[in-house]
């Protein structure tokens, strides 16, 4: 039995009427901001996060939200975008990357440049920097490290740079005691990274659709791991060769465990376990 448009969801007496209309107009919003495609499985998880966003702006029905939404721009795309990624990171995520990372460092005589496109609440973009750090003569460094996200919250959290007890996972403990420090009274059992790693990052909101990116030329790697499996094939390769304008011939671009960019041999090759070089040398300044 083929579903009409306006049959209602399996939502259907919760807090509010989600329809099959209200969810693919918030797939066609997601995927035209964001280039994110949701697929039919996920219509409760939707219902789930952004439910919170009627009860918080006083929306009495989706379709009244989305409405407004489309009809004004206001701070509210912001929160709809926040509300539907997903951020799902630890220390030392993959750690399989992070000698490939360490070597890499090593075996040039200057300070890297290195992109963090998938920033999370910070713990991957403070991972590379412990690397680097630790791959620095006398523990000091000139290595340059951006991190960005699309959602301003986990940003927030990543720049203040605070975890909680469960927090801790994929950290060391000798780790642990050289970049972090211990929380006291309300903060016990949570720790704070250390002021002289926090330096070695900035942070800043950026949406990987954008047609340019605020980020240098010249990188010597980009991590962008566990994002693009959430677009679709034209969506990765218009953003792949966006990553590669910014990245020098033989940088590295890292990805994630589920993604897989064989089919861009005219820009990168595979360096190892989902670690790819950037070998082509023609210009990609019209991506």
């Known amino acids: ?15 509010y009427t989600f329809s099959n209309a209200d969810f693919d107009r ?37 379709k009244n939200y989305l409405d407004e939404l489309e ?19 630890s220390f030392f995520r993959e750690e399989h990357h992070f000698p490939i990372l360490a070597e890499f460092i090593r075996a040039r005589a200057q ?10 609440t910070g713990e991957e973009p403070y991972s590379l920097a412990m690397v680097m750090s630790e791959c620095a003569t006398g523990g000091a460094t000139n290595s340059k490290l951006l991190a960005t996200d699309i959602d301003t919250n986990v940003l927030e959290t990543a720049s203040n740079g605070v975890y909680a007890a ?3 996972k994929g950290l060391s403990e ?39 990116y605020a980020v240098p030329l010249g990188l010597d790697a980009v991590f962008c791991r566990n994002v693009l499996i959430y677009f ?19 940088g590295l ?8 960019f064989s089919d861009c041999r005219d820009i990168f090759k595979l360096r190892g376990k989902t670690v790819y070089e950037r070998v082509d040398q023609r210009s990609v300044a019209g991506a």
């Open 71 to 89: 009809a004004r721009q206001s701070d509210e795309w912001q929160e709809f975008t926040n509300a539907l990624t997903t951020n799902l990171t």
């Open 232 to 250: 679709d094939k034209p969506t990765q390769h218009l953003v792949l060769a966006r990553l590669a304008r910014h990245l020098k011939v033989g």
């Open 111 to 120: 300070p890297v440049k290195i992109w963090c496109a998938a920033a999370s």
């Open 166 to 168: 469960d927090g801790h």
């Open 253 to 260: 671009l890292f990805a994630g465990h589920s993604e897989n």
């Open 1 to 15: 039995m083929i579903s009409s448009p306006t049959e209602v969801s399996p939502t259907e007496g919760k807090e």
């Open 26 to 62: 918030v797939r066609a919003l997601i995927r035209k901001i964001a280039g994110i495609s949701l697929n039919s499985t996920k219509q409760n998880m939707v219902y789930s996060r952004l439910s919170r966003r009627l009860r918080t702006t006083g929306h009495v029905s989706f």
């Open 174 to 212: 000798s780790r642990r005691n050289r970049f972090f420090l211990k929380g006291t009274g309300a903060n016990a059992g949570k720790i704070r990274v250390r002021p002289e790693l926090r330096k070695l990052v900035e942070f800043a909101p950026l949406n990987l659709l954008a047609n340019e």
